[in-house]
């Protein structure tokens, strides 16, 4: 009981389970922390977590905005992660080494990625942390490898549809429009600015006002 406790308050869902006058979404540890780029309090959840899941969440945040190649090392292989969201999340990782291997570890890194998200999505293709995935795989992979922005941009939209009914953990609500505004920036599409006006305009948390003003 304790170590459920423990998942539910760094995935928020002891919040949603706790008796509420609204029905708002509540923004959950990792979430926050993520948004608003403390490093160091994510590294405290790590270093707390208890679970596969857990960990993976943790270094899913903590690689990009420390780019520390040792939050990609250790990764479990596809047969040991148990969900979709595991499998979607090892995915990521391991296009993580992909976009920062040497040209001959590629196809390698490449493929482990594919495998793991092709394994993610027969489970729940609408899996929130599947759908962010994909769509980032789709949105820099080159066109010849199988990139498509618009593919890219169908998926974030999804994204945001499945997270109004189903909340996940380390997921803040803005995360999902501002994805499909970088869809929409790298298909040129006219009304790409106009969108980007307006997600500044709903003063967004730190890490995705810089997404918008300066995008990864």
Same mark, same amino acid.
């Given at each position: 009981? %304790? ?7 760094l ?13 708002t ?23 707390q ?5 857990e ?5 899913? %945040? ?8 040792a ?16 499998l979607a ?26 495998g ?41 939209e999804?994204l945001?549809?499945?997270l ?53």
């Open positions: 009981m %304790r170590s459920l406790g423990r998942l539910l308050a995935t928020g869902l002891l919040a949603l389970a706790a008796p509420t006058a609204s029905a979404p509540v923004a959950d540890s990792l979430t926050h922390y993520y948004a608003t780029q403390d490093t160091g309090a994510i590294l405290r959840l790590y270093r977590a208890e679970t596969q899941e960990r993976l969440l943790c270094t899913y %945040r903590l690689f990009p905005l420390t780019q520390n190649p939050w990609l090392s250790g990764l479990p292989d596809a047969e040991e992660a148990r969900t979709a969201r595991e999340l090892v995915a990521a990782h391991w296009g993580y080494r992909t976009a920062n291997a040497a040209p001959w570890q590629v196809p390698f890194y490449g493929r482990r990625s594919e793991a998200l092709a394994q993610a999505r027969a489970l729940d293709p609408n899996e929130p942390y599947v759908l962010l995935v994909e769509g980032q795989s789709l949105l820099y992979k080159p066109g010849i490898f199988g990139g498509d922005a618009a593919a890219a941009q169908a998926r974030f999804r945001r549809e499945v109004r009914a189903r909340p996940a953990p380390g997921l803040h609500p803005m995360e999902a429009e501002v994805w499909i505004w970088m869809a929409l920036r790298k298909q040129n599409a006219p009304g790409a600015e106009s969108v980007r006006q307006r997600l500044l305009g709903r003063r967004p948390p730190p890490l995705f006002r810089q997404f918008l003003i300066d995008p990864p």
